[in-house]
């Protein structure tokens, strides 16, 4: 492979990654809807906070009022392992080292200085992006071999020749890739009889392929907790195999909704206000998915 094409096939591998990041990211982010957020509060900065850095902290700035910052944890932790102070920073804003509140240890903090609530993506504050690139890789893999093994049923041949002709040929493949309707030669470009054709019968294989790019997609939103059956495969699927997977969406979806809503509801009890997180059933095929073992997760009657 010459040095355009390697570098063609890198920028089309960088791409399809990225694209598969993104296409992914816009997904997870949307999973949640919230209501009566403060207008200083930016919720597409909270959920994408949360989905590359897994935690934020909700304080009150003496400037800006009510804000949402990334925060970074201190190593002081509780009995219960969780962190009595952080570091709150921004862009723009001066870092401010603040408690934790945590609903039970304000007597044990200085009166003179403000909690941060933590909002976790996560029961262990572990970000969204750090699966869903592995997922990505994957993706991308299946992707480019599709690719790769269309191109062979395209030119499945192999050609040898002599070296005072691969230049030519070079230039005449890179017309055909181009799929120029017309290809013109001189009259000696066949004069050799050194040019052979071999046929390396490349399989088609696009077709489970395909299958398997699907099996990793669903695998991704089952991870997101978001409804994935297969309709092609939902008349063989048996009762025990679905309701498998619905479980797994439902707890998937449910621990990330239980956080969410843990902090809205510290956040109203520290600083008086009225916050709640609902989940997006525009997301969802199928809102049953998400009815818990553990807890019915909240709905609208009108969705």
């Not at 007597?107 to 909690?115: Q, V």
């Not at 077709?207 to 699907?214: A, N, R």
């Not at 939902?234 to 449910?254: D, G, P, Q």
């Not at 520290?270 to 009815?291: A, Q």
Request: aromatic share 10%.
């Amino acid at each position: 492979m010459n040095k355009k094409a390697m570098e063609r096939s890198a920028i089309m591998n960088n791409n399809t990654y990225n694209d598969y990041c993104y296409r992914i990211k816009q997904i997870a982010t949307a999973r949640f809807k919230y209501e009566n957020l403060p207008e200083s509060w930016d919720v597409d900065f909270l959920e994408n906070t949360l989905y590359f850095k897994g935690v934020l902290g909700a304080w009150k700035h003496e400037d800006f009022g009510n804000v949402i910052s990334e925060v970074c944890i201190s190593d002081k932790l509780n009995l219960y392992r969780m962190p009595i102070q952080c570091n709150c920073y921004g862009l723009d804003i001066t870092p401010r080292n603040k408690y934790v509140y945590n609903g039970v240890n304000v007597k044990d903090i200085d009166p003179s200085r403000s909690c941060v609530v933590l909002i976790k993506n996560n029961p262990d504050m572990w970000p969204t992006f750090n699966t869903i690139k592995l997922f990505c890789k994957r993706l991308y893999e299946v992707e480019r071999t599709i690719d790769v093994n269309m191109k062979q049923q395209k030119t499945p041949l192999l050609i040898t020749c002599k070296q005072n002709k691969r230049l030519s040929l070079l230039n005449l493949y890179e017309k055909y890739d181009g799929n120029e309707p017309v290809i013109y030669g001189t009259n000696d470009l066949m004069s050799d009889t050194g040019i052979n054709v071999i046929n390396t019968g490349a399989p088609y294989l696009v077709d489970k392929l395909q299958i398997q790019k699907q099996a990793i997609w669903n695998e991704v939103l089952t991870f997101l907790g978001i409804n994935n059956n297969d309709v092609e495969k939902k008349e063989r699927v048996i009762k025990a195999e679905t309701e498998s997977n619905n479980h797994f969406i439902s707890l998937n979806l449910y621990n990330a909704y239980r956080c969410r809503k843990h902090a809205c509801d510290q956040i109203n009890e520290y600083f008086g206000l009225n916050i709640n997180v609902k989940i997006n059933y525009n997301l969802l095929n199928d809102s049953s998915l998400v009815d818990n073992p553990v807890e019915k997760v909240e709905v609208d009657p009108d969705e």
